[in-house]
């Protein structure tokens, strides 16, 4: 897109006008610092951004974040809120992986004394949580027990012994969304859900072993037990073949109901229904479903990764070696929320695709010892590079319907990136650095090489300035285990 | 190959070209395989047939491909060889698929879906074009 169209509203924010194109219902607003404005004008997600305001329904802006990058039809990195109940839920803009999210898990393990068994720690990871392409779960549950996760998600994993009360509050809707509908998933993404619960995937989903580098905030870090020096946890991974296959039976279904409802869309891929049709109220149902087996999925794999700090550490290191849950939350999800918008108190359907999740201070949803400091919200950058714990702010409550940016973002393709970089070299370089890497694919671990996103520390730093996420801490990878 | 890799940011992008609808379809489902990495095992052969209905193509190519995604994922079965007929009435367009193949010797990359982004089968001298985007 030519930037000559965007209008700057201050060096890290910019708006595209409902004047763009005639189909527009609200404008773009993008947060964004100039340098990361012309990345992105690079590929398609402007574009997509512009096509996104096409939703009926929608309120105040579509607002992009600065890791945005080029998907298919919403743009990664991209939050819309429609107005319940007559406006409407689009299943592309929530994404396939439903409920795809970033769990943080502390120890009080000091890395350097940890530092000779990280190479132990990162085999046991890799052996005791199941990655890889086809990669089946820690459990296998039955018919009806898979009825339980999708309608309880993590506290069915708490009836079952896999997590503590305290994973439950520290999770993103107490690891539970209401109002799920079992019966609106399909056979078809049920079967897929029985055999993979409880397994990481490939793709971009990891587990990382990380070093608290740098504290930016002593109150909001303390906490959330975050001490600098000492080993912390993340593990990224979604819903499955489950929630990919719930997104596909509903973006096919929804092909018919757009014209049923009348709706123009520049985007197939874009397709959506009234949230009070039938239709819309089936995918609401089906997701929030999909999104309680992401978040059972996300709790056992912290179950198998808590095994392999047992084993790894609990002989050498009488106290720390247990994993406390920081925070788990959610960057691909569709949820009925209450925002101030134009003076009104408005209920909304906030679409974030790519984004996360950022209450401010006093939000009554976050448990008790963080509605001081805001949700904490979990920035994993690019392999081999630094992620960051931030939180929300009043801010981003104000600006971006309770939102901040997911991750560093894409810069290069796949394809690209697989020609420029030898996987092998890259695990080697890796290690080299003092991380050690567990990984299925070597063609998979080039497709993920820290050049072909954007530089992490500057997206943080432009949220940071924007006001819509504050800095806590900083990590470091010294273990990777991917698919 | 009737089919290459495309430049897409995050995801996968398939441009598949043939004479006509049954080749577009044979060479899409040929360039997922070939995107997947997948490899199939020497063993014996077997085969599947598979029929769905739809207003239009293009929902037909989602729904195929979709449908091999998913017994590469759940049963381990690739599919290399394709007998595709189309029917077309006024309102609707039936498509029947008898597929060839074996179990999966491996495969590198799982694709999540088949989307409708920007999807249109077009028409040129030289037959039908499609790009198709894959998220992966």
């Keep these: ?483 | 190959m009737p089919f290459r890799e495309v430049p897409h940011t995050a995801d996968w992008a398939l441009q598949v070209w043939a004479s006509d609808l049954p080749g577009l379809f044979r060479e899409a489902a040929l360039g997922m395989n070939a995107l997947a990495g997948m490899q199939l095992s020497e063993g014996p052969r077997l085969s599947r047939s598979f029929h769905t209905e739809s207003p239009d193509a293009e929902s037909l190519l989602v729904v195929f491909l979709t449908e091999l995604i998913y017994y590469a994922e759940q049963e381990h079965l690739g599919f290399d060889q394709f007998a595709i007929r189309f029917e077309e009435t006024p309102n609707v367009m039936r498509f029947q698929v008898e597929m060839s193949g074996a179990p999966l010797e491996r495969i590198n990359k799982v694709i999540k879906a088949v989307t409708y982004h920007n999807l249109a089968i077009r028409s040129s001298e030289d037959g039908l074009n499609v790009t198709i985007v894959f998220d992966v």
């Design chain 1, 1 to 483: 897109m030519n930037l000559n169209h965007l209008i700057k509203i201050s060096d890290y924010e910019w708006e595209i006008p409902r004047s763009y194109r005639k189909d527009m219902r609200v404008p773009v607003r993008i947060f964004a610092s100039r340098e990361l404005l012309e990345q992105v004008s690079e590929d398609k997600s402007l574009e997509q951004a512009v096509n996104a305001t096409t939703l009926p329904g929608l309120v105040g802006y579509v607002i992009v974040m600065p890791d945005v990058h080029q998907g298919y039809g919403f743009p990664i990195g991209g939050v819309a809120a429609t107005e319940y109940p007559h406006g409407v839920v689009s299943p592309g803009a929530i994404g396939y992986d439903i409920n795809c999210g970033v769990r943080l898990l502390a120890s009080g393990i000091p890395y350097e004394a940890a530092k000779p068994k990280m190479d132990t720690l990162a085999t046991l990871l890799y052996k005791y949580c199941p990655s890889g392409v086809g990669s089946e779960g820690v459990v296998r549950v039955s018919k009806e027990e898979l009825e339980h996760v999708l309608r309880q998600g993590s506290h069915w994993a708490l009836k079952k012994g896999y997590a503590a009360a305290d994973d439950i509050r520290r999770t993103e809707e107490n690891g539970r969304l209401a109002e799920a509908a079992p019966e609106q998933v399909s056979e078809r993404a049920k079967q897929r859900g029985r055999e993979q619960i409880g397994s990481l995937g490939a793709g971009n989903h990891f587990i990382e072993v990380d070093v608290i580098e740098e504290i930016f905030d002593e109150q909001a870090a303390s906490t959330m037990g975050l001490v600098q020096g000492n080993l912390a946890v993340q593990i990224h991974c979604g819903s499955r073949g489950l929630g990919h296959q719930v997104c596909t039976d509903y973006v096919q279904s929804f092909q018919s109901a757009v014209k049923r409802y009348g709706i123009e869309l520049p985007d197939r891929e874009l397709v959506c229904a009234p949230m009070d049709s039938p239709e819309g109220q089936a995918y609401l149902g089906a997701m929030r479903a999909a999104a309680n087996f992401a978040f059972a999925n996300r709790q056992l794999l912290a179950y198998a990764a808590r095994q392999a700090f047992e084993e790894a550490f609990a002989q050498n290191f009488k106290h720390g070696w247990q994993l406390t849950q920081v925070y788990d939350i959610t960057h691909n999800m569709g949820k009925i929320e209450t925002h101030v918008i134009e003076g009104r108190s408005v209920k909304v359907c906030v679409h974030r695709k790519g984004a996360t999740r950022a209450f401010g201070p006093g939000t009554p949803e976050l448990p008790e010892e963080y509605r001081s400091i805001g949700q904490p919200v979990i920035i994993p950058g690019s392999m081999g590079t630094a992620s960051w714990v931030l939180v929300g702010t009043a801010d981003s409550m104000a600006r971006s319907f309770g939102s901040t940016c997911h991750g560093a973002g894409r810069v290069m393709s796949r394809a690209k990136a697989k020609k420029e970089v030898r996987g092998e070299l890259l695990r080697n370089e890796l290690e080299h650095r003092g991380i050690a890497v567990r990984a299925g694919s070597m063609p998979g671990l080039a497709e993920e090489a820290p050049q072909a996103y954007k530089d992490v520390d500057v997206v943080v730093e432009t949220v940071s300035a924007v006001g819509i996420a504050r800095k806590v801490a900083r990590l470091r990878p010294v273990a990777i285990i991917k698919g």
